[in-house]
């Protein structure tokens, strides 16, 4: 079933899969930071990436979302749609954090007045800078009808993994998404959705249960990872 790499990223890789119009991609240990600047390998995070990832993804598509992804297969790789990822990393901010903060000076973890919604163009040698939907248009990289359809999935999307979290306890402070087309044209979310890509603190303490333990070498890492996914546990698998 899981035949030639097709694809190499920083946390996963891409493989072709002997099933018409699908992949199999397998999540690594690998971890970095600073567009590849850090690296490391954060013992088991692939599989907790993958078992986060997959729950998470099972919730979301039980919630009307459409996504690329069909199925686990083991404690490191997934069957999902072959999709042509949209070169962009769509970021919602709940909450004021990471470069948010950075850049406009706001305190971070102050709660933000309106939800923040960020287009990034998924470009290492540029280091994926932040553009608008006009950029976005201007280089071709999505159609005004992509861009409507990306906006309200990611709204859906982060009121659907708000309430999840709040389950568990944890805030959800910001995250960033991808999304793919298909072959028959649909647009799908894409890519994973893990403390790799999210902010998620600890309601109570506001303790970090994300990668900015790693970025931030905070320690615990692999020890936050484990936290959200037996949270999510406890509140998926019933
Ligand atoms: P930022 O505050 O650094 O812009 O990050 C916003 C969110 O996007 C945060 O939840 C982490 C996530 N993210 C990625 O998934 N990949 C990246 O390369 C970066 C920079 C951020």
């Known amino acids: 079933m899981k035949q030639e790499l097709i694809y190499e990223g920083k946390a996963k890789q891409l493989y072709a899969s002997s099933n018409q119009g699908e992949v199999i ?5 690998d971890a970095t930071a600073f567009n590849g600047i850090k690296k490391a390998s ?8 993958n078992a986060i990832s997959t729950r998470i993804y099972r919730y979301l598509g039980e919630h009307g979302i459409r996504t690329h992804y069909l199925e686990t297969l083991n404690e490191s790789d997934q069957r999902c749609l072959a999709v042509t990822i949209i070169p ?14 950075k850049r406009l000076q706001v305190e971070e973890g102050t709660p933000l007045q309106h939800v923040v919604f960020e287009l990034c163009y998924k470009n290492d040698d540029l280091g994926d800078p932040l553009i608008n939907d006009d950029h976005a248009l201007a280089l071709g ?15 859906s999307i982060n009121q659907l993994l708000i309430q999840l979290f709040l389950q568990c306890s944890i805030e959800l402070i910001d995250f960033k998404i991808e999304f793919g087309k298909t072959a028959s044209g649909e647009l799908v979310l894409a890519d994973e959705i893990s403390p790799d890509s999210c902010r998620l603190w600890d309601m109570e303490s506001h303790e970090k249960l994300d990668k900015d333990r790693f970025r931030r070498d905070l320690g615990k890492v692999q020890e936050a990872y484990q936290e959200i ?10």
């Open 141 to 155: 990289i999505a159609t005004e009808a992509d861009l409507a359809q990306i906006r309200a999935m990611t709204f």
């Open 25 to 29: 991609i397998h999540y690594k240990d």
């Open 88 to 101: 962009l990393e769509v970021i919602v901010r709940n909450v004021a954090a990471g470069s948010f903060s």
């Open 229 to 238: 996914l037996d949270r999510l546990i406890g509140v998926l698998d019933k």
């Open 42 to 49: 954060i013992e088991n995070k692939g599989i907790l990436n």
